[in-house]
């Protein structure tokens, strides 16, 4: 199986640095690729990074702002070029749809690849049949629910969040389900195609599953970026494995965070420790500061005692093994 880990492609906010390049993250999981926000150069860095557009199954928009999607056009374009070979599936904020449009239509190229466009209306799930679904590009055209089979083994949710223009942000949960424990498969007998038949009816010539097995509790990951504290924060981040998280400002700039819709570190801090999250990434750094040690000193003042990263361009960070079985 391939590994659980985020890709962190870029890492400034409005303006990049010698350093830091616009926002981009992907998140693999077993065998699905989601692109987050694909700010300029997202293309260069994945090479960089060594993420093929081939892994890409899905690309998520938090909203319209430069340093989130301007580089949504050389992602599409590329994803066209190297001829992948199934649908992705594009979220975004469906006020948003002149700017999807005009950056999937930035300049000419040849078409081969579906994109699927599923926009984002309100909170609420994204990989249902439900939601706002308009026409999709791409040579496969029709209409865009996504289709039983296609749907990944996780849930994709959207939660409003506070930002001068629409902004969304994602949260990502497997359910939960149960590990087949081998010797108490022997004892009772249960061998070969029996156990996937166990694993399917819940029981088999007077064995039940819960027998047998014992609950393999599922995982979850949150994207959260250009924001105030709000509602949507604290849903999102609630007992999350893995947060990514914007933290633009210091605590001393406070009032500039609320200004512009943005969170501090301590702010950031402090919604992670409050949701019980397990590992966070702190992002979205503004240009104005040169030591980034000091977003994980606010991020452990304000009582989060997980897990901690201060992302850096081109790092990878591993989904925290799964929660103890209860």
């Known amino acids: 199986m391939s590994p659980r880990e985020l890709v962190v492609l870029g890492t400034a906010s409005q303006v990049p640095t010698r350093q830091r390049n616009h926002n981009g993250y992907v998140l693999l999981w077993d065998g699905h690729g989601i692109l987050f926000d694909p700010g300029e150069g997202t293309q260069r860095q994945m090479l ?12 998520c928009v938090t909203h319209f702002h430069g340093d989130h999607s301007l580089g949504l056009a050389g992602v599409v374009q590329r994803i066209n070029l190297d001829r992948v070979p199934h649908t992705v599936t594009a979220h975004y904020p469906a006020s948003g749809e002149r700017f999807f449009e005009r950056l999937c239509y ?31 590009t791409g040579p496969a055209g029709g209409p865009d629910a996504e289709p039983e089979e296609e749907r990944p083994p996780f849930s994709l949710f959207a939660h409003r969040l506070s930002h001068p223009v629409e902004t969304y942000g994602y949260r990502l949960d497997e359910p939960g389900s149960r590990r087949m424990l081998p010797e108490r498969l022997e004892a009772r ?12 009816t819940g029981e088999l010539r007077g064995v039940r599953l819960e027998e047998v097995s014992e609950p393999r509790p599922g995982q979850s990951f949150a994207f959260v970026m250009d924001t105030r504290m709000c509602d949507g924060v604290h849903e999102l981040a609630r007992g999350c494995d893995l947060l990514v998280i914007e933290a633009t400002f210091l605590d001393e700039d406070a009032a500039l965070a609320e200004e512009y819709g943005h969170l501090t570190a301590g702010q950031a801090g402090r919604a992670a420790a409050e949701a019980g999250v397990r590992s966070l990434v702190l992002t979205h750094f503004s240009q104005r500061y040169t030591d980034a040690s000091l977003f994980a000193r606010q991020a452990r003042r304000a009582g989060y005692e997980g897990e901690l990263t201060v992302a850096e361009d081109v790092m990878r960070v591993p989904v925290p093994k799964r929660r103890p079985s209860r």
């Open 48 to 59: 960089r990074a060594g993420v093929s557009a081939h892994d890409l199954t899905r690309i």
């Open 189 to 200: 007998g249960i061998r070969g195609p029996d156990v996937s038949r166990l694993k399917r």
């Open 106 to 136: 930035a300049t000419a190229y040849r078409e081969t690849v579906r994109l699927r466009r599923r926009p984002v209306a309100g909170a609420g799930e994204l990989t249902g049949t439900g939601g706002a679904a308009e026409s999709g």
